[in-house]
């Protein structure tokens, strides 16, 4: 079965750095999409970033570019969110996602979700 476990959350002041790992099993990232999503207290959960399985292309949500990084290791079956320049703002709970539509967002009904974690920007 699908399983995802999200990893590398933590304290970081801001301007620091941190990245979190999405560890796959059940399936292989050669044929599934895979994004990350993050939810603040208040806030509804948002798109952060995408990989496309096809191509490897990546998607990013304006409030991250250019400071976000997603990847994947095929080998490891691992997807990583490699995250500088952090501001309190992007203090959330993140999580990784399969089935991912690049375009929006959305995850398919079929997708799976990780338990996520926690990412907190603070002095």
């Known amino acids: 079965q699908v399983q995802l476990v999200e990893s590398g959350g933590g304290l970081v002041q801001p301007g620091g750095s941190l990245r979190l790992s999405c560890a796959a099993s059940g399936f292989t990232l050669d044929y599934y999409s895979i994004g990350w999503f993050r939810q603040a207290p208040g806030k509804e959960r948002e798109g952060v970033s995408c990989i496309s399985t096809s191509d490897g292309s990546t998607y990013y949500a304006d409030s991250v570019k250019g400071r976000f990084t997603i990847s994947r290791d095929n080998a490891k079956n691992t997807v990583y969110l490699q995250m500088h320049s952090l501001k309190p703002e992007d203090t959330a709970v993140y999580y990784c996602?399969?089935?991912?539509?690049?375009?929006?967002?959305?995850?398919?009904?079929?997708?799976?979700w990780g338990q996520g974690t926690q990412v907190t920007v603070s002095s």
């Open positions: 996602a399969t089935d991912v539509n690049p375009t929006n967002f959305r995850v398919a009904r079929f997708g799976s």
